[in-house]
């Protein structure tokens, strides 16, 4: 049946969400546009590079917002040809569709509805690609966006590109970069990337490092640190989508962050800005790591509040000792990193795949990439943190044991999800047994040994002591 929802989405999404206030939108646009040098007729190019939920949903918002200006600026994603949708994701698209008045008259209007029809009975096969173009992001079905341009060859997306928008998953950042590099050598004119990815790769020699996705795209493509920057903050994609009030952070250079921030910023959508970039893309990258474990907890405990308090306690604790090795002021991170937690355990991916994970509806053989969610970015970094704490060059001096350990020996819940996930030498339940583990200091134990000790390693995040 036709749902209800009545016109007032349908003249929301029609052509800009905040029509109304065309007026302070256009005057943002066109201060960005002065910053980048555009003349009347040339217009400011965005593009999306990536159309996983979080990169679709930002360019939905930007199309929003901005898309009716076309003579000012060009909007587009990019994302790979040829995947199909199965024939289960046809049909629930289908009600989806069905269950949206605005949708499902605006897919009408555009004669697109009989496609999904024919795909919904299997007379037809559709590719993610063309339900993009009408606003599905294959990993968020049951959140239509507005249509977007949808390009699936990279080097039309981005040659003539004034801003990307990496929306891709971190293990995916560097490959893509550098074939993008390819088509950027004749440019005239240094682009702008702002990333959304969170996630790390460890560098172990010849010191070791991590390595950020804005690090990863520098060195792929030569673009100056100071062009590229990360955007992060508490948020699922979703929900956003969905108007309700969010918040990020924007980090990188003054030159950039502070006009995107005003540009990117919607009533229901607060954008600040600040000049840490690679430590707040690393907290990105970590609130993952416990976020697995909390799902697991949660499954193997049947909810138990008190299970999942225990572990919170823990993981944060854990958390509040490796920003210590990570920042010089520890303290200021707190903020942002415990909410992006908090709502990474509460709704997002990576605490689903943990969930799922401990109930048996996935397994680890199914690998890290999921059908309907995209990459659980959360196992690599698992990986990659294991991996990097556990360098014997980074050690610190135990405060009871007196000698130097490997700084993961802080860090149990950390050692078990890699034993877990990435060795794969125990079952799930083991999660269950670190918690108990009797010998495991009090959480205020370790966050008193990093408040009290000098455990700050400038060189993890490649800075100079």
Known sequence: MVGTTGEMNQNLHANGLIQNSSGSLEEKLDELRH???????????????????????????????YGHLRDKVLIRIWRRPGRTVD????????????SREDVLRRLIRRCAYLKYVEARLGDRTLYADEILKDGFCLNMIDTP????????????AVWDA???????????????????????????????IISLAKGIEAELGPEPRIITPTQMINRATGIPIENILYLGGPNIASEIYNREYANARICGAEKWRKPLAKFLRQPQFIVWDNSD????????GL????????????????????????????????????????????????????????????????AWYGQQLATGGLSLEMGDSIKGKGM??????????????????????HPEENKPVAPVEFCPILKMLYKILIRREFPLQAILEALRDETMYDPKDRIEIAQTHVFYRPSLLGQQP
Not at 38 to 65: H, M, N, Y
């Open 277 to 284: 970039l690679v430590t707040h893309e690393v907290m990105g």
């Open 35 to 65: 910053l980048m040098g555009k003349t009347e007729g040339d217009p400011l190019r965005i593009v999306g590079v990536g159309a996983g939920a979080w990169g679709s949903v930002f360019t939905a918002l930007l199309q929003d917002s």
């Open 162 to 192: 004034d801003i990307v928008i990496n929306g891709l998953p971190s293990t995916e950042t560097r490959e893509v970069f550098e074939e993008i590099r390819r088509y950027w050598k004749e440019r005239m004119t240094v682009p702008v």
């Open 145 to 156: 966006l507005c249509p977007l341009k949808v390009v699936t060859n990279l080097q039309e």
């Open 87 to 98: 024939r289960t994701t046809a049909e629930h698209l289908f009600e989806v569709i069905n």
């Open 376 to 397: 659980i970015q959360g196992v690599s970094a698992v990986k990659a943190f294991y991996e990097l704490l556990s360098q014997s060059s980074l050690s610190v001096l």
């Open 287 to 350: 609130k993952n790591v416990y976020a697995i474990g909390a799902g697991m907890v949660a499954a193997l405990t049947n909810e138990s509040a008190t299970s999942k308090s225990v572990y919170f306690a823990l993981c944060t604790s854990e958390m509040i000792f490796i920003t210590h090795l990570l920042a010089e002021e520890p303290e200021k991170l707190a903020g942002p990193l415990l909410a992006d937690t908090y709502v990474t355990l509460l709704k997002g991916r990576n």
